[in-house]
């Protein structure tokens, strides 16, 4: 048929543009004269660079695999007063930036905050009486990460220690084994494939930020990256450190690869028995116990810096709501709602391209498309600027050479570059929501269309439309928070006077303007909750499990 070589060449051609900007940065890092200027960095720079992103991913990596680890485990195994509402509530500091909980934090715990205020006042102390911890340290923009990125460890470490096989740990118990020795000798290699994923996503996260180790003053590779090519000029430099970036990026994935091997998650999904949730319920001070840990992350990572920000705009409101609040507004929602349609019709092309004509071509150029979501997007920002620039230019040049006016800046000073960077870091997202709804339609399906007449168009219209509308919109969903979330990028690629939610909050803290700061990071946080409150009612239609009760009988996972 006319339409699957079409498709697959329009497939080859989105993996041809996504490749683009990686493929910039790497050629421009290794062009000639690059050596002198990869010397430069390593006599000054790079090696605190080095240092402080290895540092992060360590202690991220550490944090988010205890913290994801034990409250998947612990909610997997045990019911307990208010389980049934931490199955989902865990996931809420998803919706929280890190960059607006380092706003947060900072207003609570500064000098002038309210908690070292009180200190001084409760003990007659003043500067230089009493230490107390930066919170604008490399351990502080470490914890901010660890408290908003343990979900991903959490909802896939829970996964699998439900969906483990019963019959393992039973036939450990038979042989002599407790419930600890059981857990680090069967429960927790089982689980591990899905805890070394979890940890993959975090950290690629943490080597993506922006926003929070710019304003701890932490430098990083994004932040030198961002201050090469906006503060000092120096293009080679920015692109240096892209590929020196990317390489981060890329160990990050390798050692994941690595730490799984050859064990993949197995299991045979838990079911309920005939009495109910098969977990043992858990009260008194022991159950209270559970229920306080797995409060502890949720607390700090969602509840009190909401708390915090709404404590500031109820402070100074007249300083807060600035009007042109709803400009911000409208440009994210506008940009986001843009990017995520375009994401999953792109999604929809390659899935339809795979499913008709599945050989490695199409495959190939589906697995370079999602490999997007692993670039950063201060790489991004600088991949899609040097050859955009290119074009720019020549465009440029053409025109005023056929008509004696200068066009100006027709892709980079316009949103149609930040457009192109959100496809190429979130297309996996309306990936992974696509790809599962189209497996989901079998090829009897199909063949019934098509021996009724129907052509590949036709049948795509009548049989597959209707059945991926729900994948559909759940994929928009989430590549439509995410944008509204980027930072790097946004900032980085937005055209003149256009700003963000993401970037006016970012601005407003880096002026130490905080009350001004909240209102945007309340809007980016509110909108974050939209995919999590959807995830958790879906939860609850098909496990029947109220959320207010202790006693939810649920055994899977959201």
């Known amino acids: 048929m006319r339409e699957r070589p079409t498709l697959v060449v329009v497939a080859v051609a989105l993996a041809a543009l996504a490749a683009l900007p990686v493929l910039a940065v790497v050629a421009r ?14 006599d000054t720079v790079l090696a605190r660079y080095v240092f402080n992103t290895a540092a992060l991913v360590v202690l991220v990596g550490a944090g988010v695999a205890f913290g994801g680890t034990l409250t998947g485990w612990a909610l997997a195994q045990f019911r307990f007063p208010g389980s049934a509402w931490f ?39 003043s500067r230089g009486d009493y230490w107390f911890p930066d919170v604008r340290s490399l351990p502080g923009a470490a914890a901010m990460f660890v408290f908003t990125l343990y979900p991903y460890v959490y909802l896939l470490a829970r996964t699998a220690f439900v969906e483990r096989p019963p019959a393992y740990v039973e036939a450990a118990r038979t042989l002599g084994l407790d419930r600890r020795r059981a857990f680090w000798r069967v429960e927790l290699p089982l689980a591990r494939p899905a805890i070394a994923g979890g940890i993959a996503l975090a950290l690629m996260e943490t080597l993506a930020d922006f926003g929070t180790v710019a304003y701890f003053a932490v430098d990083t590779f994004t932040t030198g990256i961002y201050r090469a090519w906006f503060t000092l000029g120096d293009r080679a430099a920015s692109a240096q450190l892209a590929a020196a970036l990317l390489g981060f990026v890329l160990v990050a994935i ?7 091997g050859a064990a993949r998650s197995v299991g045979t999904g838990r079911t309920r028995t005939m009495s109910g949730d098969p977990r043992p319920w858990v009260g008194g001070w022991r159950g209270a116990t559970i229920a306080t840990l797995c409060s502890v992350p949720l607390v700090v990572g969602f509840a009190l810096p909401v708390a915090l920000l709404v404590r500031l705009v109820h402070a100074e409101p007249e300083v807060a709501m600035t009007i042109r609040f709803v400009e911000w507004a409208w440009n994210s929602l506008r940009i986001a709602g843009i990017a995520s349609a375009i994401a999953v019709v792109f999604a929809v092309l390659v899935v339809y391209a795979t499913r008709l004509a599945p050989g490695p071509v199409p495959r190939m150029a589906a697995r370079v498309l999602a490999l997007g979501y692993a670039v950063p997007g201060t790489v991004l920002a600088v991949g899609v600027l040097l050859p955009l620039g290119a074009i720019d230019g020549a465009i440029a040049d053409a025109i005023r050479q056929a008509t004696g006016t200068s066009p100006g800046l027709v892709l980079t000073g316009t949103t149609v570059a930040l457009i192109y960077a959100y496809q190429v870091r979130y297309f996996a997202v309306a990936w992974n929501g696509i790809e599962p709804g189209f497996a989901r339609i079998t090829p009897a399906m199909d063949a019934a269309a098509r021996s009724l007449g129907c052509g590949t168009a036709a049948t795509f219209r009548r049989v597959h439309a209707p ?46 303007r905080l009350a001004e700061a909240a209102v945007p990071s309340l809007a980016i946080v509110a909108v974050g909750l939209i995919p999590i409150i959807a995830l958790a009612r879906a939860s609850r239609r098909r496990t029947g499990s109220d959320p207010a009760s202790g006693h939810g009988q649920t055994g899977q996972a959201p």
Do not use: C
């Not at 989902?88 to 960059?99: E, H, K, T, V």
């Not at 390798?254 to 799984?260: D, I, N, P, Q, W």
């Not at 759940?474 to 006077?497: I, Q």
């Open 29 to 42: 890092g290794i062009a000639p004269g690059a050596g002198e200027t990869w010397a430069h960095l390593v």
């Open 254 to 260: 390798a050692l994941e690869r690595g730490s799984r």
């Open 87 to 125: 199955e989902w509530a865990l996931l809420l500091p998803l919706a929280m930036p890190a960059y607006v909980m380092a706003y947060a934090y900072t207003d609570l715990l500064q000098y002038a905050g309210p908690v070292q205020t009180a200190l001084r006042e409760a003990f007659g102390w």
């Open 467 to 512: 059945l991926l509308a729900r994948s559909a919109a759940a994929s928009l969903l989430l590549v439509f928070v995410d944008v509204m979330k980027e930072l790097p990028a946004t900032l980085v690629l937005r055209p003149f006077n256009f700003d963000t939610l993401a970037t006016q909050a970012y601005s407003f803290a880096r002026d130490e």
